[in-house]
């Protein structure tokens, strides 16, 4: 099925927008989703991860949360590339991807030095850092 979907053909018929053709009621149903709805999803997640952020003290849910903004970010980006027709943004989510994934290898050692040192991941043990 998956070949079949990757066979069809699509014809352009203005800049970034993609009539498919009506053979495929798979592909049809996919091209009634409009921008709003991929920007609801991308503000959706963001504002999901910042919720998280703010509330939780937990230092690896509160890496997990800022991972959840960057794919709203980054659904976003990929949503108004699609509907413009250029892979500006496509491009600097690679990018934001390449960022998040040093961020996560940081992030994920400085959890563990800070687990050695006072055995808790708790945000409140660390916010009176004494040098």
Same mark, same amino acid.
């Given at each position: 099925?998956?070949?079949?979907?990757?066979?069809?053909?699509?014809?352009?018929?203005?800049?970034?927008?993609?009539?498919?053709?009506?053979?495929?009621?798979?592909?049809?149903?996919?091209?009634?989703?409009? /921008?709003?709805?991929?920007?609801?999803?991308? *503000?959706?997640?963001?504002? =999901?991860?910042?919720?998280? #952020?703010?509330? +939780? $003290?937990?230092?690896?849910?509160?890496?997990?949360?800022?991972?959840?903004?960057?794919?709203?970010?980054?659904?976003?980006?990929?949503?108004?590339?699609?509907?413009?027709?250029?892979?500006?943004g496509q491009?600097?989510?690679?990018?934001? /991807?390449?960022?998040?994934?040093?961020?996560? *290898?940081?992030?994920?050692? =400085?959890?563990?030095?800070? #687990?050695?040192? +006072? $055995?808790?991941?708790d945000a409140?043990?660390?916010?009176?850092?004494?040098?």
């Open positions: 099925m998956l070949a079949d979907l990757c066979a069809q053909t699509v014809q352009v018929g203005q800049p970034g927008l993609a009539q498919l053709n009506s053979a495929t009621p798979t592909l049809a149903a996919l091209s009634s989703l409009a /921008l709003s709805h991929f920007l609801m999803t991308g *503000a959706i997640l963001f504002v =999901l991860g910042l919720i998280g #952020f703010v509330t +939780r $003290r937990n230092l690896i849910i509160m890496f997990l949360c800022t991972e959840m903004m960057f794919q709203g970010v980054v659904i976003s980006l990929v949503a108004f590339a699609l509907f413009h027709g250029n892979v500006t491009t600097f989510v690679i990018f934001v /991807l390449t960022i998040a994934a040093a961020e996560a *290898a940081l992030a994920l050692g =400085l959890v563990v030095l800070l #687990f050695r040192r +006072r $055995r808790t991941l409140g043990a660390w916010s009176a850092m004494s040098g």
